[in-house]
Nanobody
Framework: QVQLVESGGGLVQAGGSLRLSCAAS????????MGWYRQAPGKQREFVAV???????NYADSVKGRFTISRDNAKNWVYLQMDSLKPEDTAAYYC???????????WGQGTQVTVSS
């Protein structure tokens, strides 16, 4: 089993920054892919960023150049540095762990980010 616990959300003005953290515990594998997704009210959950065990990253077009994902493999933490925040970034942000074999996804309970204009 895997447990993911997010922290770092809050209320920030447009143009500000926040850093989200996700602590992973349990049967973590070095090969697991870690990522962040978000869900705004009335919308489907959408991809934000992902990082592989080797440090390769991928971002949604909407956050490229503003958000940075990183991970600490020794401590099983993953981070999302969010800069130049916009009101449209307002959402619940979820940490994810994706395992290829067996194919399984784990999710945290989410942390709320609210960006005021």
């Amino acid at each position: 089993q895997v447990q993911l616990v997010e922290s770092g959300g809050g209320l920030v003005q447009a143009g500000g920054s926040l850093r989200l953290s996700c602590a992973a515990s349990g049967s973590i594998r070095r090969s697991d892919t870690m990522g962040w997704y978000r869900q705004a009210p009335g919308k489907q959950r959408e991809f934000v960023a992902v990082i592989s065990d080797g440090g390769n990253t991928n971002y949604a077009d909407s956050v490229k150049g503003r958000f940075t994902i990183s991970r600490d493999n020794a401590k099983n933490w993953v981070y999302l540095q969010m800069d130049s925040l916009k009101p449209e970034d307002t959402a619940a942000y979820y940490c994810s762990l994706k395992r290829a074999t067996p194919r399984v996804d784990y999710w945290g309970q989410g942390t709320q980010v609210t960006v005021s204009s």
